[in-house]
């Protein structure tokens, strides 16, 4: 799980396997396969970047991020 924020500054854990698409539209929205959408202060980024070393945890790699900022 990784832990993301809500503009509240309330923190809660997503399952990462879950994530369908992280945009920032100006702000951080993270849709899951569920349908569900969540908005957080953390930039696509950063959770990208979480999902990562998660899955690295998990042994799992995490090389499918790739980062569009240069």
């Known amino acids: 799980m990784i832990k993301v924020t809500r503009f509240s500054g309330e923190e809660f854990w997503v399952n990462p396997h879950l994530v369908e698409v992280i945009e920032e539209t100006p702000d ?3 849709s899951l ?3 569900k959408k969540i908005v957080v ?3 696509a980024t950063e959770i990208g970047e979480m999902i990562i070393s998660y899955r690295r945890r ?3 790699g995490g090389r499918e991020w790739v980062s569009t900022e240069n």
Do not use: A
């Open 28 to 30: 951080t929205v993270i």
């Open 33 to 35: 396969v569920t349908g």
């Open 41 to 43: 202060k953390e930039s």
């Open 58 to 60: 998990l042994g799992e």
